[in-house]
């Protein structure tokens, strides 16, 4: 019963280190706009989340953010 416990709580442990580490993941960001690229710089965290889930207005058309690990 204690190795149980024991694994589990380890599993819980090593759970929260692998989502927290994601959390705080940057990459650079960019959008094509009329077959240019246009950088957006690095975002981490909520911001990069945010901005590849809901994209980048500019000037009232949204585009798709692109960003890649480095």
């Not at 959390?23 to 650079?28: D, L």
């Not at 959008?31 to 009232?60: F, P, Q, R, T, W």
């Amino acid at each position: 019963m204690k190795k149980s416990i024991s694994l589990l709580a380890l599993a819980l442990v090593a759970s929260s280190f692998l989502s927290s580490c994601k959390k705080n993941q940057c990459s650079a960001c960019h959008y094509d706009k009329n077959g240019a690229e246009v950088e957006l710089g690095e975002k981490c965290g909520d911001d990069l989340e945010a901005i590849e889930a809901s994209g980048y207005n500019d000037g009232g058309t949204v585009y798709e953010v692109h960003c890649s690990e480095h």
